[in-house]
């Protein structure tokens, strides 16, 4: 089983930094991409952006430029530095991995979700 585990959530005012975190757990599994997600109030949850085990990136167009997301060298953390920070960004984002485990692929996961609160 694979399980992610968030960091970094909280309550900034407009025009602020923060940096979300996302560990992979457990044993025998290959992180194939992992990326990160948010749900707005009263909103669906959509794409912030993604990473591949390659290094490839993908951002949303609400987020390019002002978001930057990464991993570190074992590919099983990945990171989203947040600059820049607006009321609209307000959400609870959510980390998730595609993974493989032994023979079986195309596996998923989800983290719990951190709250990031924008606000003056």
């Known amino acids: 089983q694979v399980q992610l585990v968030e960091s970094g959530g909280g309550l900034v005012q407009p025009g602020e930094s923060l940096r979300l975190s996302c560990a992979a757990s457990?044993?025998?599994?290959?992180?194939?991409?992992m990326g990160w997600y948010r749900q707005a109030p009263g909103k669906q949850r959509e794409l912030v952006a993604t990473i591949t085990s390659g290094g490839l990136t993908n951002y949303a167009d609400s987020v390019k430029g002002q978001f930057t997301i990464s991993t570190d060298d074992a590919k099983d953390t990945v990171y989203l530095e947040m600059n820049s920070l607006k009321p609209e960004d307000t959400a609870v984002y959510y980390c998730?991995?595609?993974?493989?485990?032994?023979?079986?692929?195309?596996?998923?996961?989800w983290g719990q979700g951190t709250l990031v609160t924008v606000s003056s």
């Open positions: 998730h991995a595609d993974y493989r485990f032994g023979g079986i692929r195309f596996l998923e996961v």
């Open positions: 457990g044993s025998g599994f290959v992180i194939t991409a």
